[in-house]
């Protein structure tokens, strides 16, 4: 429809359309003509500038799951895009690699499960298990964002380099090697809002407290962390790079060209520990699974139904209405629960 457009006026420029005399009429129609061509050029236009970050999900290893908004299996493809609302699962010795336009790189660790939301030029990865790296090659621009959010914390990544680690629904670490984040963490019942930043070297836990605590209900404690503290997804995805361990070390003063750093066996210790952390965890579920309560699902036996007790007036046919209600001959304590046909035997129905 734009090049129908265009090329009708070009034709019409070159004098290739007839024109009997230029009447003020036929001018307006030749305004009329390029002020529509703008307009549906205009849609193109807007949709180019507003086109959002790319994401796409550039390798994986081992087994990973990717499903929609509506909780479908979407079938991978090479460099396939990742939409809003898609969520990621990787399984054990399994891992994930997130591309984002090229300058922004999100891995995810063995046993762990993200969400993806985003708007326009907004990005929010929910780290609900597991652990997330990402490393930002170049400082983000004054319209995008990146955060990164666990249950009780979120942090902005602009142009820098750590991971984040759920340990529980309670308790979130941020470990950063380059730059600096800024950090938070809320209470979602009181509304409390706590926030620090983050530099190079330090790492910060974030937990948000039982609320039958007394006193503050969420926090933020910072502290150096050394190399032997890094996670072996990180160092194998770090290390082969010099210039970035080099900018690691000057940031950060940790220095992972030391030839006493092994990333592989490091991954190897992080890829047992899950093993054995999953092993505890399935003979949890099947201890629960033949586990046969002994103890009684009644504590007290049902009686027998009680007979209906006679009205004494009644029988000796004396009495007439309106005479008083006489006292219960005798009381009867229940332990509920119990059903309607016991309860009416009882009562003499």
Same mark, same amino acid.
């Given at each position: ?176 090697? #380059? ?5 938070? /963490?809320? *209470? =979602? +019942? ?8 983050? &530099?190079? $070297? ?92 002994? #103890? ?5 036996? /049902?009686? *027998? =139904? +009680? ?8 029988? &000796?046919? $004396? ?31």
């Amino acid at each position: 429809m734009v090049y129908s457009n265009l090329n009708t006026l070009a034709q019409f420029e070159r004098g290739e359309i007839a024109v009997r005399e230029k009447s003020i009429p036929q001018r307006l129609l030749s305004l009329l003509l390029a002020c529509v061509i703008c307009l549906t050029c205009a849609p193109t236009a807007y949709a180019e500038s507003a086109v959002a970050a790319s994401m796409r999900l550039m390798k994986t290893e081992g087994t990973v799951s990717v499903s929609n908004s509506s909780g479908r299996t979407v079938t991978q493809t090479e460099r396939m895009s990742l939409r809003s609302g898609y969520q990621l699962e990787t399984a054990e010795k399994s891992y994930a690699w997130i591309n984002l336009d090229d300058v922004k790189l999100a891995e995810m660790d063995a046993v762990t499960e993200i969400g993806i939301r985003k708007k326009g030029k907004k990005l929010d990865i929910l780290v609900e298990s597991g652990s997330l790296h990402f490393k930002v090659d170049e400082p983000l621009e004054g319209d995008e964002n990146l955060n990164i959010r666990t249950s009780t914390m979120a942090i902005g990544v602009r142009g820098t380099c750590g991971w984040v680690k759920v340990i529980d629904q309670w308790t979130s670490r941020i470990y950063i090697l #380059e730059g600096s984040v800024e950090a938070s /963490v809320s *209470d =979602p +019942v009181s509304g409390e809002v706590k926030t620090e930043t983050i &530099s190079a $070297g330090e790492m910060a836990i974030c937990t948000v407290y039982p609320q039958d605590r007394s006193g503050s209900k969420c926090d933020i404690v910072r502290q150096d962390f050394t190399v032997a503290d890094i996670d072996g997804f990180v160092l194998v995805e770090l290390t082969p790079d010099k210039t970035v361990c080099d900018k690691i070390y000057e940031e950060s003063g940790l220095d992972l060209r030391d030839p006493s750093v092994k990333p592989a066996e490091k991954l190897k210790q992080d890829q047992e520990q899950v093993r054995d952390k999953l092993e505890e965890i399935e003979k949890q579920l099947q201890e629960q699974e033949d586990k046969i309560s002994v #103890e009684p699902v009644w504590t007290n036996p /049902v009686p *027998d =139904p +009680v007979p209906a007790t006679p009205n004494a007036d009644s029988s &000796s046919g $004396g009495g007439g209405g309106g005479g008083s209600t006489p006292a219960p001959t005798e009381t009867i304590t229940l332990t509920m629960p119990q059903t309607a046909a016991t309860v009416n035997a009882y009562l003499g129905r």
